[in-house]
């Protein structure tokens, strides 16, 4: 087969990658088009120093760094000199054996060494500045440019074309225009790099991303070598590499540097800016101070070069959903290329990506966060924070983007926000006027941060009494149209009677699991679903019928999850809604008033108490909270916060979809639907020591090898002790099991224990 007419703007490294993958598939009539000479472009895979750490937080990112690595060792285009990370810091030391935990939990090894191991294998380190290292052997250089031409090569053998001195100046159905041509297209790919937000104006696409300088020096001779591993010392934001007897150094230790496209330099490399001496000053101090070598060093030429930045620093992959049959391949480093290409390759081809992109998809962001102001300002926050999680920053001024009705209600209440990242929505995390515990627990640093002890007493009165949680920020759909569309796109029956509510999966067009949801029938033709964010949204929007209509109502309404055993006693004088347990079952919803508030009422639980979600439209908000606030006073009813509702959601062994699962994620072996033996399950864990909780995506093991990860973590406060969710081979899940979790440079001892850990005969749901 030869496919549709593929034509891909931009001929760096992720557009030969692309090639080739799309080629290697059958998609052959691919068309690469160039704004400036093949292969060293002008781009900044032209200038790109090409350093490789395999090692990310995100199980994706590590496995698109891992198949670029194999990948470009394959074509001879890449030298695994390893890596070092070096520490110079308590704090930073820390981070290092986190990091070796998170390539354990991925598979990329790496060793932790003392200070004296790290300065040998990198001799110009001065010893005494460091605490220690990790290194990864696997790690090194990608040759950028000899990579993206490997590929082409192999693509252009299948039948691709590769177009230098094109530029795009007009993209519309059917045709892409350049200034010397004009190209028929089935599908247009965007993989221009920095130039992709103006590629995306050309197609009526936002493509959100910033283009900021960066700075790159290199030195006289120093004494180094080609065969030295990468440096990387991230309590400065400086990196090194060799280029023969001298140095290379990159520098994010500067101000953030946006670049506006018009103020680019003109001629073959319009991505390197002229350097900046002056913002170097810092950096250079910094590195001699590691490298006291470099004392006597002179820098000999330098750049500050142009690179794309995201608001939440992960690539943008996928398809437009307002212009269909344009994808883009935009904001990913050499680091990432092949791997990016790879998953893109096969999301077109076949419909659906082996690895899961939620954390990359175009789609992911709410409207709010397409918006210049909030692009600009969260791609420099991505910039300095750019692998660096240790230090904090000053808060950003775009916050309260989404704030719910309760919003004033909370800030009296001394609540502390978070935000959520799939949707911009400021969430209470805890609320400063509810008293924390006599005597709490404590707690080491790390499981203390973004945590406070009145979490404690907030997952404890929800657990006696009766407790206000804001549910606003769950994406809620109102679907209109005969049943057959949801139907045809879940793994249940959601044909049920009006009143009733399911749970079940919405799957993909090859069958494949998208997410979770939750289908709650209003009438006969229309139902609200509480759905996991823009890219749920998405996908219905794409395979909607013109005799079904899908509204995103969450802006319009607001919601209050009403649970503890005390919910009937706040709820039933206010209602006109019979809340009695044989009139209200669990899995049902009414609708009536609260008061004078009209609200739809859906009888679920995600703390594991007898409750309600009651939502309401957002002009009402205010009244419905002042309702529920009053009658609250008398059953001793307060509002609590996210890491309440973490803490009482694990103890009831409610699996979060993009946390304890994702879609590469077998159904059946997260327990969420029956079937076949599975291999490998989701397991609920017990730790032995309760000063220490898991922060997410740790390592597990079992007989000191690594058998899992870690998908998420609380303190239990009705169990009394650290809860953690991990996948682990099947022969391990059987409760009694002791594994360990590898935390920083310590082994927590962990139990595997039958679930759910609280109320197992869910005797207090049904009350």
């Given amino acids: 087969m030869t496919g549709p007419k593929v034509v891909i703007i931009g001929a760096g490294i992720v557009g030969c990658a692309l090639a080739d993958e799309l080629t290697a598939r059958g998609w052959t009539d691919v068309t690469v088009l160039e704004r400036g000479p093949l292969f060293v472009t002008g781009g900044s895979s032209s200038h790109a120093p090409g350093l490789v750490f395999q090692t990310n937080p995100s199980r994706t990112m590590a496995r698109m760094a891992r198949y670029t690595v194999e990948k470009y060792v394959a ?73 993206g031409q490997a ?15 094109e530029e795009v100046i007009e993209i519309s159905p059917g045709r892409v225009r350049t200034t010397n041509d004009v190209y028929r297209s089935d599908v247009v790919v965007s993989c221009a790099g920095f130039w992709g937000p103006r590629i995306g104006e050309l197609a009526g696409v936002t493509i959100p991303l910033l283009p900021m300088a960066h700075q790159y020096v290199r030195t006289n ?5 080609d065969n030295l591993p990468i440096l990387r010392h991230q309590d400065r934001d400086l990196y090194f590499r060799a280029h023969g007897e001298a140095l290379g150094i990159g520098s994010y230790l500067h101000e953030p540097m946006p670049v506006d496209l018009a103020d680019l330099p003109g001629g073959d490399h319009p991505s390197m800016m ?28 330098g750049f500050n070069g142009v690179f794309s930045f995201t608001a939440d620093g992960f690539p943008l992959l996928g398809e437009s959903r307002e212009v269909p049959g344009f994808w883009t391949a935009e904001a990913i480093w050499v680091t990432h290329s092949a791997g990016a290409a790879r998953a893109l390759a096969e999301w077109m081809v076949t419909g659906r990506p082996a690895l899961d992109l939620h954390e990359c998809d175009l789609n992911r962001f709410d409207r709010a966060q397409l918006a210049p102001a909030y692009v600009r300002e969260r791609s420099v926050r991505s910039f300095v924070e750019v692998y660096d999680i240790v230090h904090p920053l000053d808060p950003p001024s775009v916050r309260n983007v989404r704030v719910s009705p309760f919003h004033a209600r909370q800030v009296e209440l001394g609540a502390v926000f978070g935000e959520t990242a799939a949707s911009g929505w400021e969430r209470p995390l805890w609320y400063a006027t509810n008293p924390p515990p006599q005597a709490p627990r404590p707690r080491d640093e790390w499981s203390s941060r973004h945590w ?30 005969p049943v057959s569309f949801l139907q045809g796109l879940t793994s249940g029956n959601v044909d049920r009677k009006v009143g009733r509510v399911v749970y079940t999966l919405m799957l993909d067009q090859a ?5 979770d949801i939750t289908v709650a029938r209003l009438a006969e033709d229309r139902w609200q679903v509480g759905v996991n964010g823009p890219l749920d949204l998405d996908w219905l929007l794409r395979h909607a019928p013109d005799d079904v209509r899908v509204t995103d109502i969450t802006g319009g309404t607001c919601g209050i999850g009403l649970w503890g055993p005390l919910a009937r006693d706040v709820v039933a004088p206010l209602t006109d809604i019979d809340v009695s347990p044989e009139a209200f079952r669990y899995f049902q919803c009414r609708q009536g008033f609260i008061g004078t508030v009209p609200v739809t009422m859906l009888r679920l639980s995600y703390v594991g108490e007898l409750g309600w979600e009651i939502y309401a439209r957002a002009d009402h908000g205010l009244k419905l909270w002042d309702t529920l606030w009053a009658a609250g006073r008398g059953p001793g009813m307060i509002a609590a916060g996210r890491a309440a509702f973490q803490s009482l959601r694990l103890e009831k062994g409610y699996r979060a979809w ?30 032995a020591d309760v000063g220490a909780v898991p922060v997410g995506r740790e390592p597990v093991y079992a007989d000191g090898t690594a058998v899992g990860h870690v998908t998420s973590a609380a303190f239990g406060h009705t169990v009394g002790a650290p809860i953690a969710y991990a996948w682990l081979p099947a022969g391990l899940s059987v409760p009694g ?8 440079d310590r082994r927590l001892t962990a139990t595997v224990a039958a679930e759910p850990l609280f109320d197992p005969l869910h005797e207090r749901l049904r009350s």
Avoid: N
């Fill in 658 to 687: 993009g946390v304890d699962m994702t879609a590469e994620d077998d159904p059946y072996q997260a327990g969420l639907a029956t079937g076949p033996e599975p291999d490998r399950r989701l397991t609920c864990l017990v730790l």
């Fill in 75 to 147: 074509l001879d285009c890449f030298r695994p000199v390893g890596s070092l990370e070096v520490a110079t810091t308590p704090e930073r030391l820390a981070e290092l054996h986190r990091r070796f935990g998170f390539g354990q939990s991925w598979g990329i090894a790496s060793t932790i060494l003392d200070p004296a191991t790290t300065a040998g294998m990198f001799p110009l380190v001065d010893k005494d500045r460091i605490l220690g290292g990790l290194h990864v052997p696997s790690d090194g250089l990608a040759l950028a440019v000899a990579a």
């Fill in 737 to 744: 099991t002791e594994v360990e979790i590898g935390y920083f």
């Fill in 452 to 481: 406070s002890p009145i979490a404690e007493t907030e997952a404890r009165i929800t657990r006696e009494r009766v407790a206000m949680y804001d549910m606003t920020p769950l994406t809620r759909l109102e679907v209109t149209g």
């Fill in 151 to 165: 590929q082409a090569a192999r693509a252009i053998e299948r039948g691709a074309r590769f177009i230098p001195h």
């Fill in 511 to 515: 069958g494949g699991v998208r997410s």
């Fill in 274 to 301: 002229p350097f900046t001496p002056d913002k170097f000053l810092e950096s250079w101090a910094a590195a001699t101070d590691l490298l006291p070598g470099l004392a006597d060093a002179e820098i000999v030429d």
């Fill in 221 to 225: 001779d120093t004494g180094a070598h």
